[in-house]
């Protein structure tokens, strides 16, 4: 991997997009280096996955530009469908996925943060879908992503007037979750990650996985997904584990007994 870094400590894994001198943005072979990495992501030992950048500048500066200005039509949307695939497996990748933002997230870097489930970021991030003003639409599922994350008419306005915002907006917004000094940023994903970690595997998948087909359809058609998904933890060692555990947890609070005290 010439572009991508890749590390795993304490069952999270970090994803570092390592183009710093282009601001980390996103060409052809950065998206298949992300694509082959999502793949060989071990999901038997890793329970939650950091996606940053290289560097305090930029997480993801955008889609190259360069690459970008000489593609045909057709050219033009088979990059978008490059773009929308890797996207596409990241936002339904089995495990949660943090993305830890520093600095820059403009175009393709706003998109990918959006593929994630949670999005933290550092105090000098900046934030914006620019390509009205260059004469283009986003492509990496920015027009559907962004709409769905914050509300329709904030995400017009925003699409529309090719407008940056930065983090303190992002987050009144509800792009992002929190905002930190960028020293503190990748410490506190890391506790994050590591805190989603702890928990059952099994139960998060499925969480993940209720939350996202979910919200694609209708509330009767998404309370059988839950239910099925509810359904399927049980006969589980997580569950049996878990349940076990509170249970006997309880069992010996109640047998704990109260010293008699004089009046």
Same mark, same amino acid.
């Given at each position: 991997?010439?572009?991508?870094?890749?590390?795993?400590?304490?069952?999270?894994?970090?994803?570092?997009?390592?183009?710093?001198?282009?601001?980390?943005?996103?060409?052809s072979q950065v998206l298949e280096e992300l694509d082959a990495t999502l793949d060989a992501v071990?999901?038997?030992?890793?329970?939650?996955?950091?996606?940053?950048?290289?560097?305090?500048?930029?997480?993801?500066?955008?889609?190259?530009?360069?690459?970008? !200005?000489?593609?045909?039509?057709?050219?033009?949307?088979?990059?978008?469908?490059?773009?929308?695939?890797?996207?596409?497996?990241?936002?339904?990748?089995?495990? *949660?996925?943090?993305?830890?933002?520093?600095?820059?997230?403009?175009?393709?870097?706003?998109?990918? !943060?959006? !593929?994630?489930?949670?999005?933290?970021?550092?105090?000098?991030?900046?934030?914006?879908?620019?390509?009205?003003?260059?004469?283009?639409?986003?492509?990496?599922?920015?027009?559907?992503?962004?709409?769905?994350?914050?509300?329709?008419?904030?995400?017009?306005?925003?699409?529309?007037?090719?407008?940056?915002?930065?983090?303190?907006?992002?987050?009144?917004?509800?792009?992002?979750?929190?905002?930190?000094?960028?020293?503190?940023?990748?410490?506190?994903?890391?506790?994050?990650?590591?805190?989603?970690?702890?928990?059952? *595997?099994i139960a998060v998948r499925n969480c993940k996985k209720a939350i996202n087909d979910g919200l694609?359809?209708?509330?009767? !058609?998404?309370?059988?997904?839950?239910?099925?998904?509810?359904?399927?933890?049980?006969?589980?060692?997580?569950?049996?584990?878990?349940?076990?555990?509170?249970?006997?947890?309880?069992?010996?609070?109640?047998?704990?007994?109260? *010293?008699?005290?004089?009046?």
């Open positions: 991997m010439e572009f991508i870094l890749y590390e795993v400590k304490d069952m999270v894994a970090t994803i570092t997009i390592n183009r710093p001198k282009a601001l980390n943005a996103l060409n071990d999901l038997n030992t890793v329970r939650c996955l950091i996606l940053t950048g290289a560097g305090d500048k930029s997480f993801v500066a955008g889609a190259d530009i360069g690459e970008m !200005s000489t593609l045909t039509k057709a050219e033009g949307e088979a990059f978008g469908k490059k773009g929308n695939d890797v996207f596409r497996k990241l936002e339904t990748f089995p495990i *949660p996925v943090i993305a830890a933002i520093n600095g820059f997230a403009l175009g393709g870097g706003c998109e990918i !943060s959006m !593929s994630c489930d949670i999005r933290i970021c550092s105090e000098n991030a900046v934030f914006g879908q620019p390509e009205a003003g260059l004469g283009i639409t986003p492509g990496f599922g920015g027009t559907q992503r962004l709409a769905r994350v914050v509300s329709v008419g904030m995400a017009k306005q925003l699409i529309y007037t090719a407008r940056n915002i930065k983090a303190d907006e992002a987050y009144r917004i509800g792009l992002v979750n929190a905002v930190y000094p960028a020293e503190e940023l990748i410490p506190q994903a890391e506790k994050l990650a590591v805190t989603i970690a702890k928990n059952a *595997p694609q359809t209708d509330m009767d !058609s998404a309370l059988v997904i839950e239910e099925k998904l509810f359904g399927d933890c049980f006969e589980t060692e997580d569950q049996k584990a878990g349940m076990g555990n509170f249970l006997e947890k309880d069992k010996e609070k109640k047998l704990k007994v109260v *010293p008699f005290k004089n009046c």
